[in-house]
């Protein structure tokens, strides 16, 4: 697992850590000191705690005129055990949406297991995003992740599934990568 880095080469556009905006702003990261932990394995040290014990976070890049977060995540979100969606709301996406940000796009192909208890959180966010025009998609999550949230009812509040499957997602600028994912919406809603 400590082998696993968050996507970094938009870091010529964006650093969370030097974003005054940012929920992260001011972290400092130690490259050789690995100490954070899930369960009993290390991460790479540039992954962000945002509350959970099980689940990590990079802001890997914001655009405030756009209002769009891409984020990437690693680990197991446990919304039974942790509440997960909960601390997500409150402790990062509630400070992004208080500057804007309406548009988020999740990285899920390091989210390793998934376990919805209600529904209650993702409706909320997804109504804040909505009265603001915006929208949730998560990208390249596994199989087992995609059903556990189908059989929960988040369809309902954020788009995945196959039309989200967008491996080269790393290929692409930012702003290519929202447009891209756009698009996809637009298809479904055709």
């Known amino acids: 697992m400590h082998t696993i880095e968050p996507y970094y080469n938009w870091r010529d556009l964006y650093v969370a850590s030097e974003d005054k905006r ?5 972290r400092v990261y130690d490259e050789f000191k690995f100490h954070q932990k899930i369960y009993n394995y290390f991460i790479h040290p540039q992954w962000d705690n945002f509350g959970s014990p099980t689940l990590y976070v990079k802001v890997i890049y914001v655009d405030y005129i756009q209002n769009v ?10 919304d039974c055990i942790n509440n997960d969606i909960m601390i997500l709301k409150r402790n990062l996406i509630d400070p992004m949406m208080e500057e ?7 990285v899920g192909e ?22 603001e025009d915006g929208w949730i998609s998560i990208l390249n999550l596994r199989e087992h992740i995609q059903e556990e949230l189908q059989n929960a009812g988040i ?10 499957q967008f491996p080269e997602w790393r290929t692409l600028r930012p702003e290519h990568v929202k447009d891209n994912i ?3 919406m637009m298809f ?3």
């Open 22 to 26: 940012s929920p992260f702003y001011g």
């Open 69 to 78: 977060a891409i984020l990437e995540f690693l680990g197991e979100w446990n």
């Open 100 to 106: 804007e940000i309406s548009k988020f796009i999740l």
């Open 110 to 131: 390091n989210i390793l297991n998934l376990h919805v208890e209600e529904n209650d959180y993702y409706e909320e966010w997804y109504q804040d995003v909505a009265d």
């Open 155 to 164: 369809h309902y509040y954020m788009n995945f599934g196959k039309y989200f």
């Open 182 to 184: 756009e698009q996809r």
């Open 188 to 190: 479904l809603l055709e």
